[in-house]
């Protein structure tokens, strides 16, 4: 149930910190990757040096660390995770997590994530029976935050009672059964899919923008397709008028480089869509200010190019998705620019569709283009040409097994 889970670990400062290699063993024995935060006041109980080594990766400590900043900033380090996990949980964190104070970088991770979080709480008895931390824990639970322990029993400060972090194998269980209640049904069950819907919007200045006519259809259908095979779907879309889709995890953004950025943040995935209207351009010198008519006449607008989504996911080296697919909207000769844009992007499928009569209907008449050929699909509704898509990606990552 763990196998390839990514789980962000923030060790808090409680004497229950020395049982945190025993529980990055039991995580890692079980195919997780642990991924850990130290706070300062964890340092004192156990060092960056034997969590790095046990889990393998880098043990993030410093909020304003110019390198980890460049390398992955903390909104980064929070979203490329399933599941981030505080243990110990200090009263602090939590007094802090309950409040939305951010002083740290584990702190900030933990207001910045859009993963579940579970907390293994230890503390003094006195403490965890002390009103404010009561009111804390019903908090966070309020607000879905899962909660392991306390157990009861000798507690380090030589008193007895409850606020004794739960055992090891009592943490381990309780995210093994948290996935296995979010786990879904399906030939998909199991892959991570990234789909990129809509239109991209470049601003001219900020009340003015360059936009393309992509109502995020299409996209929007092959997510929620991909989520009913099993698949377990990050949807990165532009602005649509579409509703967000149940079960998936939708992150917003309007411009292409920030398009980028989701999706990156979103890796490593198995299966990357990428159905969205990405704008070739942007503005070179977007005003900070609107543009006036006496500024000096009608400005003229100086383009750049941005960054081509699709081949940047196609050329990744360590997390290139083993199913890279992408779409080809072309006014002519659909099928040959199709073809020669499935090996110019270097991705492996192209859904190819003519957009001559313009976007954002409900239908579409597409063809397939793989490496073994084009196969032309009658024109269907798009949740269709969804359906189809996704069962053609099941059954291709079945094969691929
Ligand atoms: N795409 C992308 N990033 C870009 C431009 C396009 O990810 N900056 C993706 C689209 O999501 C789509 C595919 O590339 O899957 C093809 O988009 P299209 O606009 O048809 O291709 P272009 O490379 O822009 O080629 P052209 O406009 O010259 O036909």
Same mark, same amino acid.
């Given at each position: 149930m763990l196998k390839n889970k990514r789980i962000l670990l923030i060790v808090s400062g409680g004497i229950a910190a020395v049982k945190v290699p025993d529980l990055i063993r039991? #995580?890692?024995?079980?195919?997780? +990757?642990?991924?850990?935060?130290?706070t300062e006041s964890g340092a004192q109980f156990v060092t960056p040096m034997s969590l790095a080594a046990l889990s393998g990766d880098k043990v993030f400590q410093n909020l304003f660390s110019l390198t980890d900043e460049r390398e992955m900033g903390h909104i980064r380090l929070s979203r490329e995770a399933d599941v981030v996990l505080v243990a110990p949980a200090t009263a602090n964190i939590m007094a802090k997590m309950a409040h939305g104070l951010t002083d740290d970088l584990a702190t900030t991770a933990l207001l910045a994530t859009n993963k !579940?979080?579970?907390?293994?709480?230890?503390m003094n008895v006195m403490m965890?029976?002390? !009103? &404010?931390?009561?009111s804390n824990v019903a908090t966070l639970q309020k607000r879905d935050v899962h909660v392991v322990g306390p157990?009861?029993? $000798? #507690? =380090?400060?030589? /008193?007895?009672? $409850?606020?004794?972090? &739960? /055992?090891?194998? $009592?943490?381990?269980? =309780? #995210? /093994?059964?948290?996935f296995e209640t979010r786990k879904k049904s399906g030939p998909l069950s199991g892959y991570r *899919? #990234?789909?990129?819907?809509? !239109?991209?919007i470049e601003p001219i200045d900020p009340v003015r923008y360059i936009a393309n006519r992509s109502s995020g259809k299409q996209g929007h259908a092959i997510a929620t397709a991909l989520s009913d095979l099993g698949a377990e779907v990050s949807l990165i879309s532009g602005p649509t008028k579409e509703t967000d889709p149940e079960r998936l995890y939708v992150t917003r953004i309007e411009t292409a480089e920030q398009m980028l950025k989701a999706c990156q943040n979103a890796l490593p995935v198995d299966i990357a869509v990428c159905a969205a209207a990405v704008a070739d351009w942007r503005i070179a010198d977007a005003a900070s200010q609107k543009l006036k008519k006496d500024d000096g006449g009608a400005p003229s607008l100086a383009l750049i190019e941005n960054p081509d989504i699709l081949a940047t996911l196609s050329a990744g080296v360590d997390n290139r998705p083993a199913l890279v697919i992408g779409f080809a909207a072309e006014t002519e000769d659909v099928i040959a620019q199709a073809t020669a844009k499935r090996e110019r992007k270097g991705c492996d499928w192209i859904v190819a569709n003519d957009v001559s009569n313009g976007f954002g209907g409900d239908k579409n008449t597409v063809h397939l283009v793989t490496t073994a050929g084009v196969e032309s699909w009658p024109t269907m509704q798009k949740r269709e040409v969804a359906a189809r898509l996704a069962t053609q990606i *099941? $059954? +291709?990552m079945r094969q691929q097994k």
């Amino acid at each position: 149930m763990l196998k390839n889970k990514r789980i962000l670990l923030i060790v808090s400062g409680g004497i229950a910190a020395v049982k945190v290699p025993d529980l990055i063993r039991r #995580l890692s024995e079980r195919g997780a +990757h642990v991924r850990c935060i130290l706070t300062e006041s964890g340092a004192q109980f156990v060092t960056p040096m034997s969590l790095a080594a046990l889990s393998g990766d880098k043990v993030f400590q410093n909020l304003f660390s110019l390198t980890d900043e460049r390398e992955m900033g903390h909104i980064r380090l929070s979203r490329e995770a399933d599941v981030v996990l505080v243990a110990p949980a200090t009263a602090n964190i939590m007094a802090k997590m309950a409040h939305g104070l951010t002083d740290d970088l584990a702190t900030t991770a933990l207001l910045a994530t859009n993963k !579940p979080v579970m907390i293994a709480p230890s503390m003094n008895v006195m403490m965890w029976n002390n !009103p &404010a931390t009561r009111s804390n824990v019903a908090t966070l639970q309020k607000r879905d935050v899962h909660v392991v322990g306390p157990g009861a029993g $000798d #507690l =380090a400060c030589g /008193e007895v009672g $409850d606020g004794r972090m &739960a /055992e090891v194998a $009592d943490i381990v269980a =309780a #995210l /093994e059964a948290f996935f296995e209640t979010r786990k879904k049904s399906g030939p998909l069950s199991g892959y991570r *899919a #990234l789909v990129t819907s809509g !239109p991209t919007i470049e601003p001219i200045d900020p009340v003015r923008y360059i936009a393309n006519r992509s109502s995020g259809k299409q996209g929007h259908a092959i997510a929620t397709a991909l989520s009913d095979l099993g698949a377990e779907v990050s949807l990165i879309s532009g602005p649509t008028k579409e509703t967000d889709p149940e079960r998936l995890y939708v992150t917003r953004i309007e411009t292409a480089e920030q398009m980028l950025k989701a999706c990156q943040n979103a890796l490593p995935v198995d299966i990357a869509v990428c159905a969205a209207a990405v704008a070739d351009w942007r503005i070179a010198d977007a005003a900070s200010q609107k543009l006036k008519k006496d500024d000096g006449g009608a400005p003229s607008l100086a383009l750049i190019e941005n960054p081509d989504i699709l081949a940047t996911l196609s050329a990744g080296v360590d997390n290139r998705p083993a199913l890279v697919i992408g779409f080809a909207a072309e006014t002519e000769d659909v099928i040959a620019q199709a073809t020669a844009k499935r090996e110019r992007k270097g991705c492996d499928w192209i859904v190819a569709n003519d957009v001559s009569n313009g976007f954002g209907g409900d239908k579409n008449t597409v063809h397939l283009v793989t490496t073994a050929g084009v196969e032309s699909w009658p024109t269907m509704q798009k949740r269709e040409v969804a359906a189809r898509l996704a069962t053609q990606i *099941a $059954d +291709h990552m079945r094969q691929q097994k």
